[in-house]
């Protein structure tokens, strides 16, 4: 059973006054033929503007006397509940109803089928598909235009043509018009979120080659989903026409989801992950030993080996640094940034203690870098992070060692953990990246777990 509904208004619906329905017809059809109509004008209880006048012919004189909407809506319910609610461009008659039923308290809820999108299914290539051009080029009169009535008649006349077109289709015959009215992106979201669970993971948006095109983390994957259908982004819409499947990686630890998402994003490089110029880290601050002095150099992020801390710039880093030198107290040479033949000119205004003229003992400057270590890393050499696990009755677990971060794993809940090479039976080697370490400290300042250290 189908309504067939159409409206006018005397004002848009996101306007500053917010226009009123002034016009409503509701023709039923059961799929053969019209049973039923319904027709009326409505009082809005507001000014008709001229432009709304010339369109539809409805003046201010003409609703005086007419219902209001609260009093007609009744006979809406009446004529619409249980059947399919169909209209020339559905969204703007179905929105402009359901927010006048809004305003009275009531929900009100439909099935739609929009015959601009079902004409564009059945009869392609046509110049125009508003309802004036298509009746015209179909040969279909109307004889009130821009009235509820003419153009709810006019539509009705439109669906029995595309319910005949349909049967005569060898594409579309066997289909239901709920199936041919689902575009390819609804039939993917709904292939997405029925395989996607609402736990804690990373997920893999894939293209028909299979090939990774967007990879995402979340505590809860099915809800993080269903944000990338409901977005309006352009970004997220071109990615929505790429989509063709989804993997996911469940994690149970949220901790472990931001690493393993950091780590697969760096090594797959999808072409939807294009993140902001603020997150991407260029420069890093490298600890190395030569000649028995703790050193700290400026690399680029792609050829750190012993990172303390990333960056977003050179000149990020190197203000880092130079803080850290006045801090500290330390040697520009033993920092990168003088010549390894010459003495650093802090040393000569009496800024540095004099190791790179001789003057002071290695062991004396380490203590001074040992110290800075422990005040922006880890206050632990080698520890461990445990977190929720995948399932009940299994906990999970980081390693850092030596002040790196190596992998993570998963353990029976009550398992006691004595030896690190036990304990690495269960792990699952990462590849080290800088930034590893930076979620890590991140973390252990904003969440409270259980941390156990390994002397």
């Not at 189908?2 to 329905?21: H, L, M, N, S, W």
């Not at 015209?136 to 439109?158: F, Y």
């Amino acid at each position: 059973m189908f309504a067939i509904v159409d409206i006018e208004t005397c004002g848009p619906k996101y306007a500053f006054q917010k226009g009123r329905i002034i016009d409503i017809c509701i023709v039923v059809h059961d799929g053969l033929q019209v049973i039923d109509q319904f027709s009326t004008l409505i009082n809005p209880d507001c000014h008709i503007g001229s432009f709304y006048t010339s369109l539809s012919g409805i003046t201010n004189e003409m609703v005086k006397d007419a219902p209001r909407f609260h009093e007609v809506a009744k006979e809406i319910i009446h004529y619409t509940e249980g059947k399919i609610f169909v209209a020339h461009n559905a969204a703007f008659d179905y929105n402009f109803i359901k927010d006048e039923f809004a305003s009275l308290g009531y929900k009100f809820k439909r099935d739609t089928l929009c015959t601009v999108r079902l004409s564009r299914k059945l009869m392609p290539g046509k110049k125009s598909y508003s309802l004036g051009n298509l009746c015209e080029s179909l040969g279909i009169p109307n004889m009130a235009r821009h009235r509820a009535e003419g153009d709810a008649v006019a539509t009705t006349k439109l669906l029995d043509l595309l319910l005949q077109l349909k049967t005569q289709s060898t594409q579309y015959k066997s289909a239901s018009l709920t199936q041919i009215m689902t575009s390819r992106i609804d039939n993917i979201k709904k292939y997405i979120l029925d395989k996607l669970p609402a736990t804690t993971g990373v997920y893999y948006f894939l293209n028909k080659n299979q090939q990774i095109l967007y990879i995402g983390k979340s505590i809860d994957m099915y809800q993080r989903a269903v944000s990338h259908f409901n977005t309006d982004l352009k970004k997220t819409k071109k990615l929505l026409h790429e989509l063709y499947n989804v993997d996911f990686v469940e994690t149970g630890s949220e901790l472990i989801a931001l690493l393993l998402e950091s780590e697969e994003i760096k090594k797959h490089k999808p072409l939807y992950n294009t993140a902001r110029k603020k997150d991407v880290f260029t420069h890093c601050i490298d600890l190395i030993e030569k000649d028995q002095v703790m050193r700290m150099q400026i690399v680029p992020y792609d050829e750190s080996v012993n990172s303390l801390l990333s960056f977003t710039s050179y000149m990020s880093a190197r203000a880092r640094l130079e803080d850290w030198i006045q801090e500290y107290i330390l040697c520009l040479k033993y920092c990168g940034l003088t010549t390894d033949e010459s003495v650093c000119f802090h040393h000569q205004i009496k800024k540095c203690n004099g190791i790179c003229a001789g003057q002071e003992e290695a062991t004396d400057y380490n203590k001074r870098i040992e110290n800075l270590i422990k005040n922006n890393s880890f206050s632990a050499n080698t520890f461990l992070v445990f977190d929720r696990g995948r399932k009940e009755g299994e906990k999970s677990f980081i390693l850092v060692e030596n002040r790196k971060y190596v992998g993570y794993g998963y353990l029976d809940e009550y398992a006691s953990v004595t030896d690190l090479d036990d304990l690495k039976s269960y792990l699952e080697n990462k590849k080290y990246y800088p930034d590893a370490n930076d979620i890590l400290r991140q973390w252990l300042k904003q969440k409270r777990r259980e941390v156990k250290v390994i002397s």
